[in-house]
């Protein structure tokens, strides 16, 4: 079962606006994983957030978490057309070993 | 290091005809997942191994499907017979620890005819 779920499902933005994604679970959790695929690819790790951590940066992403409200963002600063691809939250709880992914959230970066 | 390599990328088969899915994870790593991936159903987790022991294949969707890790280096995921609904893009994963981060490969582009 499937204890991510991104939200919006879509987005489109326009290059070098940013882009806000959004992830709530049900159950609490070790860490949270925000994963990048572009079409056709891999997925590729972006960040991990530990439970007890609020935020992290890598680079121009910023992810947020808030254990009170089981939820986490993404934050794309200065959107690249390269940024165009699904990005998949997944979750793992503190007596489990397994990634639960969302659905996603597909993201389009209009040049 | 390569990532976790995956072979093949591309696979066109007949129902009823057997599939082999090949995976290299990260050197060093000692656990192995399989996904796969479909718009129906999203990702879904068949099996994990950890030391090369399968520790969880609830996800394996039924008795066609099996898969074995016989060296730190190398797993097989077979189905047997395929069917046309086995269709999706297979991939396999690797981490350090089983909670932390999951290297994926390109994955395998199955179709089921």
Same mark, same amino acid.
């Given at each position: 079962?499937?204890?991510?779920?991104?939200?919006? !499902?879509?987005?489109?933005?326009?290059?070098?606006?940013?882009?806000?994604?959004?992830?709530?679970?049900?159950?609490?959790?070790?860490?949270?994983?925000?994963?990048? !695929?572009?079409?056709?690819?891999?997925?590729?790790?972006?960040?991990?957030?530990?439970?007890?951590?609020?935020?992290?940066?890598?680079?121009?992403?910023?992810?947020?978490?808030?254990?009170?409200?089981?939820?986490?963002?993404?934050?794309?600063?200065?959107?690249?057309?390269?940024? +165009?691809?699904?990005?998949?939250?997944?979750?793992? +709880?503190?007596?489990?070993?397994?990634?639960?992914?969302?659905?996603?959230?597909?993201?389009?970066?209009?040049? | 290091?390569?990532?976790?390599?995956?072979?093949?990328?591309?696979?066109?088969?007949?129902?009823?005809?057997?599939?082999?899915? /090949?995976?290299?994870?990260?050197?060093?790593?000692?656990?192995?997942?399989?996904?796969?991936?479909?718009?129906?159903?999203?990702?879904?987790?068949?099996?994990?191994?950890?030391?090369?022991?399968?520790?969880?294949?609830?996800?394996?969707?039924?008795? /066609?499907?099996?898969?074995?890790?016989?060296?730190?280096?190398?797993?097989?995921?077979?189905?047997?017979?395929?069917?046309?609904?086995?269709?999706?893009?297979?991939?396999?994963?690797?981490?350090?620890?089983?909670?932390?981060?999951?290297?994926?490969?390109?994955?395998? /582009?199955?179709?089921?005819?």
């Amino acid at each position: 079962s499937q204890q991510g779920e991104e939200d919006p !499902q879509a987005l489109s933005i326009q290059e070098g606006e940013n882009a806000t994604m959004n992830c709530s679970y049900k159950t609490s959790i070790n860490n949270l994983q925000w994963y990048r !695929q572009n079409s056709g690819r891999g997925l590729v790790h972006l960040i991990l957030i530990r439970s007890n951590e609020r935020e992290k940066h890598s680079g121009r992403l910023r992810v947020t978490l808030d254990t009170s409200k089981k939820s986490s963002s993404l934050l794309i600063t200065a959107s690249r057309a390269a940024d +165009t691809a699904s990005y998949f939250c997944a979750t793992v +709880t503190s007596n489990d070993y397994k990634l639960s992914f969302g659905a996603g959230t597909t993201v389009t970066v209009r040049a | 290091d390569a990532g976790v390599i995956q072979s093949p990328r591309h696979e066109v088969t007949e129902m009823g005809q057997e599939v082999t899915l /090949r995976c290299k994870p990260i050197s060093g790593h000692n656990s192995l997942f399989w996904y796969r991936q479909t718009m129906m159903r999203g990702l879904e987790l068949l099996i994990y191994f950890n030391n090369n022991v399968p520790i969880d294949d609830s996800g394996m969707p039924e008795d /066609r499907f099996s898969a074995k890790m016989p060296n730190a280096s190398f797993s097989t995921l077979k189905i047997q017979p395929s069917e046309p609904r086995d269709s999706a893009v297979y991939f396999c994963a690797s981490s350090l620890k089983p909670q932390e981060t999951q290297y994926f490969g390109p994955g395998t /582009r199955l179709l089921v005819l």
